[in-house]
């Protein structure tokens, strides 16, 4: 997991070397507070704009100018939480956390793009992958804002506080109660070559219109939710039940005869994404719970697939 900087990293010299280095922390952070790389960018670049408002005087005066840059950050994450739940509700259709490439696929995938700052890259590791940050959406922002910062990224309870704007010993709780959500959502993890054979063997039974091979895969309570944001079509309501996802897979596939599936990592783990004309359109997510896919995340919303879609797909 990612470690927070060392007390008085950059003392002597907050230059911009110096503070640039902790942009990969802050994207790494605030990505997993937001859900959102698009807005875990807007955070970075404004925290940059509030230490560069500072005076030459005042920066220096800042004792560890990394944990002053990951306060700033943290609290605009947590404003952003805030305000958040309102803008969801009027979100069109279901909001699913903007999916993540594999490292190597995403140098490739945005080498023709003005972005490729290897900072950018999101380190993948257990707190990112898709049924992970959907619980964190269940969260309060207190929560989950302390839960990240203490289980994930190792802040001692006293300077969460100073974050939160609570007592150590209410983080403390705001954590617990955070760790209580996660172990009541996650089922015993399936070892990852045995999810990638799996989601394999679905990419193979939809592209063969195998409507048994399908539900076979399927968990009978499974759920499959697509995220299109108003933008394109998408259904606006979870499918629910192994029958109805395959129907509704086999009927996709109807309607899309040029429809290209490709398998790819997603939020560090085995995934699927589908082409149209050389160009992603739909990535998808998986939880697969004892050798049944118990949940799909399929995210439409081109504004969630800048990642994807800048340069050449390799």
């Known amino acids: 997991m990612t470690t927070p900087s060392e007390p008085g990293h950059a003392r002597t010299d907050p230059s911009l070397s110096a503070i640039m280095s902790e942009r990969r922390q802050l994207i790494n952070l605030a990505y997993r507070l937001l859900g959102s790389l698009a807005e875990a960018e807007d955070v970075v670049q404004e925290t940059y704009a509030r230490w560069y408002a500072m005076s030459r005087q005042q920066q220096e005066a800042i004792e560890s100018p990394g944990a002053w840059l990951t306060k700033v950050a943290s609290r605009v994450c947590l404003d952003l939480l805030g305000s958040a739940r309102a803008r969801r509700e009027r979100y069109v259709g279901e909001w699913i956390p903007e999916p993540l490439p594999d490292r190597v696929?995403?140098?490739?995938?945005?080498?023709?793009?003005?972005t490729a700052d290897p900072a950018d890259r999101v380190t993948l590791d257990e707190s990112i992958n898709m049924a992970f940050l959907v619980v964190l959406e269940s969260m309060t922002p207190a929560e989950r804002v302390a839960f990240i910062l203490h289980d994930v990224f190792r802040y001692p309870f006293a300077e969460v506080a100073e974050i939160v704007g609570r007592t150590p010993a209410a983080c403390r709780q705001l954590a617990t109660s955070a760790r209580r959500r996660i172990r009541a959502s996650q089922a015993p993890a399936t070892p990852t070559a045995r999810q990638a054979g799996i989601v394999r063997d679905f990419k193979q039974a939809w592209e063969a219109k195998d409507i048994?091979?399908?539900i076979g895969l399927l968990d009978p309570g499974a759920t499959a939710i697509t995220d299109g944001g108003g933008l394109v079509n998408a259904v606006l309501r979870p499918v629910e039940g192994s029958e109805r996802i395959a129907r509704y897979a086999i009927e996709i596939a109807g309607m899309v005869p040029d429809m290209t599936i490709l398998e790819r990592t997603v939020n560090g783990q085995p995934g699927l994404?589908?082409?149209q004309n050389g160009v992603i359109v739909t990535v998808m997510a998986f939880d697969v719970v004892s050798?049944?896919?118990?949940?799909?995340?399929?995210?439409r919303n081109p504004d969630k697939l800048r990642p994807w879609t800048v340069g050449p797909q390799h």
């Open 212 to 214: 048994h091979a399908l």
């Open 291 to 299: 050798d049944r896919i118990t949940r799909i995340w399929a995210v």
């Open 273 to 275: 994404v589908a082409q």
């Open 105 to 114: 696929e995403w140098v490739n995938g945005r080498s023709g793009g003005t």
